[in-house]
């Protein structure tokens, strides 16, 4: 479905970004993965999706928090593979403790790389998409881009600003042939769960075990994670011509969190 084109995904060393690569990989796009881990995984990792998909793949550094290295990012995937059609804008951390607590340069980073990332992304990638009359542009947002929880004050502004920024390009790029559109899940089990959970549990006076089913899972009326795959299959979804009238929207894929 995707052969010919190229993606781009940010923080895909890693859980849901990982997945989406991969998905893209599958349907034929050769893939520019980004983020930071051990070289030889990621290596392997950038080797075992050209071997296994048949498309090319190549591997930023590029660090989420610096504008000039995320222009060269997208400049270097163009010209790697002559366009850049589709970008995944996922890369993001959390940090969780109280707002009288909460670190400055913790506030900063977090707004840089969940934020203001995907604006320079999205700034570099759009005059190629704008002159070939296609693209997709993809903001892993959250459920926290709709309603809150305390202790996560950075994190729930940048969602709620990354839903602002994704529609207002959607409005700016609707007759280029160009979509923008939000993923919101809710609580993924990936590496970015799995560590916020002892600094909750200290937080909130919980055990670990508490955190999971009181805290995360008690949001989630399905009670269950939502799987990195099916983030990934909704990602596809967005790229293909079916999906070409969805733009500007917020996708929540979150076990009916955000109906409640
Ligand atoms: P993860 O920790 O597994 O992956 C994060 C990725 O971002 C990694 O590849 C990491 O190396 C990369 N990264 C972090 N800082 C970076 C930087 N400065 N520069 C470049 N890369 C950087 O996390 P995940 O759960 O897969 O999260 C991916 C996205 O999904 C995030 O934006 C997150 O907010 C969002 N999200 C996650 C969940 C969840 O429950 N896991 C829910 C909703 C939204």
């Keep these: 479905m995707l052969k010919g084109k190229s993606a781009l995904v940010t923080g895909s060393t890693s ?3 990982l997945a ?25 990792e950038r080797n ?22 995320i222009a060269d990012m997208v400049h270097a995937s163009e010209k790697a593979f002559g366009s850049l059609d589709i970008l ?14 909460f670190p400055i340069e913790k506030w900063n980073q977090i707004i840089a790389i969940n934020l203001s990332a995907a604006f320079h992304a ?5 005059p190629g998409m704008k002159s070939r009359k296609w693209g ?3 903001c892993t947002a959250s459920a926290h881009s709709l309603v809150a929880s305390p202790f996560k004050c950075a994190y729930v502004t ?38 916020q959970i002892p600094d909750t549990a200290k937080a909130r006076g919980l055990t670990e075990e508490q955190v999971k089913r009181d805290v995360l899972l008690a949001a989630q009326p399905t009670k269950e994670f939502v799987t990195v795959d099916e983030v990934a299959d909704l990602a596809v979804y967005l790229c293909s011509d079916a999906a070409k009238s969805i733009t500007g929207a917020n996708l929540s894929i979150d076990g009916g969190w955000t109906a409640e």
């Design 15 to 17: 859980g849901i970004g």
């Design 88 to 101: 995944v804008s996922n890369a993001g951390i959390q940090y969780v403790a109280p707002i009288e607590e």
């Design 136 to 138: 997709r542009i993809i």
């Design 158 to 195: 940048a969602k709620h600003g990354l839903a602002g920024l994704t529609k207002t390009v959607a409005l700016e790029v609707a007759t280029f042939g160009i979509t923008a559109n939000c993923i919101s899940p809710g609580y993924v089990w990936t590496p970015l769960v799995e560590k």
């Design 122 to 126: 999205i700034r570099a990638a759009v």
């Design 48 to 69: 075992g999706i050209e071997k296994e998909f048949a498309v090319k793949a190549i591997y930023s550094g590029a660090d989420m928090s610096k504008p000039a290295e």
């Design 20 to 44: 989406i690569a991969r998905a893209l990989a599958a349907q034929g796009a050769n893939v520019t993965i980004n983020g930071f881990g051990d070289k030889a995984s990621i290596e392997k």
